[in-house]
């Protein structure tokens, strides 16, 4: 009778720390405590062999009930606990559906980026690849590949920033084709955009730091039709209806016959850019035999295209991230 008098008193005492239960994180403590290996209910089952063997069937029942109505209270505080949980949650999470929203504004693309990406996807659909490569580059790549050695006096037009460890940034993208073509062997078609330095005075058309894109097709009688061709087609699609453009004879270190490429756009001529075929030195340069494979080469200025484009009046414009200006597109 005295274990049968415990077992009864347990039942009462987990009842009542079962209904107090406020939160989860005291359920498992509880229920370990009552009906544990080492629970009191196990404690007291332990003196189950003093019973006679009448009484030990009986009080194994009245034990398994108990532990039964103690694991169904348990699993009824955890679902009571549970909703009460998720009720709290909902409450301090409730939305006000009658304020107003927290304005994002939605950002724009850059005018030099659209440019950049408008004239890429042009180039894509005449069948060009992409290529780009760093922007700090050795004398090398930068001159000494393009046939521009230390004493060229092209390199005047050129001045750059120079590095403490003998490296410079980039004047031009053409060191991305150089790169290219000593991984790649032709036919090879590639357009190469990106940022160039060089030290300019600033002021509304000249910048230290700008944007070119420049373009390179090496193949077998690749001839300089090919050159005025592509370029024209791009500068049709670029602008939106054909121009009259001319090509006038000028002078590249890489390229030979060289030209700059003039455009009529609203009754004034404007220079486009260089272009030219590629120098058989270049050529040499990267391995290539200039007596079976022949290129042309052009390179534009994205902020040139997008101040066309856009009518902007200063190029300064383009980088002081002035808010009223950038809003316009």
């Not at 001839?223 to 009259?244: A, H, N, P, S, Y």
Request: charged content about 25%; hydrophobic content about 40%.
């Amino acid at each position: 009778m005295e274990i049968e008098q415990q077992l009864s008193e347990l039942q009462q005492d987990a009842t009542r720390a079962i209904a107090s239960l406020t939160t989860l994180e005291e359920l498992d403590p509880l229920r370990v405590s009552y009906l544990g290996k080492k629970g009191k209910l196990s404690q007291i089952l332990r003196g189950m062999g003093k019973l006679s063997g009448e009484e030990r069937p009986r009080i194994g029942a009245i034990a398994n009930e108990i532990k039964e109505a103690l694991q169904t209270g348990l699993e009824q505080a955890k679902n009571r606990l549970e909703q009460a949980q998720i009720a709290a949650q909902l409450e301090a999470e409730t939305l006000d559906v009658t304020m107003p929203g927290v304005y994002r504004p939605l950002g724009r693309v850059h005018p030099l980026n659209s440019t950049i990406d408008r004239a890429i996807d042009i180039f894509i659909g005449l069948g060009y690849t992409v290529a780009e490569g760093p922007e700090m580059e050795s004398e090398y790549y930068n001159f000494e590949a393009l046939n521009t050695p230390a004493d060229h006096p092209a390199r005047d037009m050129q001045d750059t920033f120079y590095l403490t460890d003998g490296n410079l940034l980039r004047t031009q993208t053409s060191s991305v084709q150089i790169r290219y073509m000593e991984t790649h062997e032709p036919p090879i078609c590639v357009v190469a955009p990106g940022r160039v330095y060089r030290r300019d005075t600033v002021d509304a058309t000249h910048s230290a730091v700008f944007h070119q894109l420049e373009l390179l097709v090496v193949d077998k009688g690749i001839t300089f039709t090919d050159l005025k061709g592509t370029v024209k087609e791009f500068i049709r699609q670029m602008f939106g209806e054909d121009l009259e453009t001319v090509f006038r004879a000028s002078y590249f270190p890489f390229t030979e016959p060289s030209a700059e490429v003039d455009v009529r756009w609203k009754g004034k001529w404007l220079e486009m850019g260089g272009c030219g075929m590629v120098d058989p030195n270049v050529l040499k340069a990267v391995g290539y035999d200039p007596e079976v494979y022949t290129g042309f080469a052009a390179g534009f200025g994205v902020e040139r295209f997008a101040m066309v484009l856009h009518q902007i009046d200063d190029i300064r414009r383009l980088y002081n991230s002035d808010l009223r200006f950038l809003r316009q597109f």
